[in-house]
Antibody, heavy 121, light 107 residues
Framework: QVQLVESGGGVVQPGRSLRLSCAAS????????MHWVRQAPGKGLEWLAI????????YYAESVKGQFTISRDNSKNTVFLQVDSLRVEDTAVYYC??????????????WGQGTMLTVSS | DVQMIQSPSSLSASIGDRVTITCRTS??????LNWYQQKPGRAPKLLIY???SLQSGVPSRFSGSGSGTDFTLTITSLQPEDFATYYC?????????FGQGTKLEIK
């Protein structure tokens, strides 16, 4: 079945870096743009970044521009989020998501289970 | 960027009640408005896309309406499994943006 599985979260000290991964299965990954969304503890959803189906185009939220980098490896059906210069306020559950059935409407119908990133000294 | 104002931020209701959640955008977005339900510890789940279209498998007690800048999510005859947090999301412009969420609690 269509599935996204994130990994790579953990506890990291401020200022360090981490790479989050999201493995896709059950659909033609190389045909779909991919997004990252995060949710700080007790807070709402924050859209972070999008990468086009072929990796040629990327766009970031202002809050993470220059700090986060989205990339993908279509040969491995995986999208990544490189998170650098981590701050305590980057503590959140990080979700990857995609618009699978409703491409004309931008509705995120497939979500991973999320990976928790805690930034703490 | 499109700003989203969702209200109320929290809502108490009883089983069988009808509830309405609203979402207003800072600029017109046609019908590029989607609604999600999220339960604690779980990923969001798509309920409504294109303002009023029901995602496959979502009960018909959920409905959406609106266009332009004003949208509503209505749940008729609340069931125990409906108590959750609801988010609107605009997909008209990049960056996508979400409302602040509405936590629906049992009265």
């Amino acid at each position: 079945q269509v599935q996204l599985v994130e990994s790579g979260g953990g506890v990291v000290q401020p200022g360090r870096s981490l790479r989050l991964s999201c493995a896709a299965s059950g659909f033609t990954f190389s045909a779909y743009a991919m997004h990252w969304v995060r949710q700080a503890p007790g807070k709402g959803l924050e859209w972070l970044a999008i990468i086009s189906h072929d990796g040629s185009s990327r766009y970031y939220a202002e809050s993470v521009k220059g700090q986060f980098t989205i990339s993908r490896d279509n040969s491995k059906n995986t999208v990544f989020l490189q998170v650098d210069s981590l701050r305590v306020e980057d503590t959140a559950v990080y979700y990857c998501t995609t618009v699978h059935e409703y491409r004309g409407w931008g509705a995120f119908d497939i979500w991973g289970q999320g990976t928790m990133l805690t930034v703490s000294s | 960027d499109v700003q989203m104002i969702q209200s109320p931020s929290s809502l108490s209701a009883s089983i069988g009640d009808r509830v309405t959640i609203t979402c207003r955008t800072s600029e017109t977005i046609s019908i590029y408005l989607n609604w999600y339900q999220q339960k604690p510890g779980r990923a969001p789940k798509l309920l409504i896309y294109a303002a009023s279209s029901l995602q496959s498998g979502v009960p018909s007690r959920f409905s959406g309406s609106g266009s332009g800048t004003d949208f509503t999510l209505t749940i008729t005859s609340l069931q125990p499994e409906d108590f959750a947090t609801y988010y609107c999301q605009q997909s008209y412009n990049t960056p996508d943006s979400f409302g602040q969420g509405t936590k629906l609690e049992i009265k």
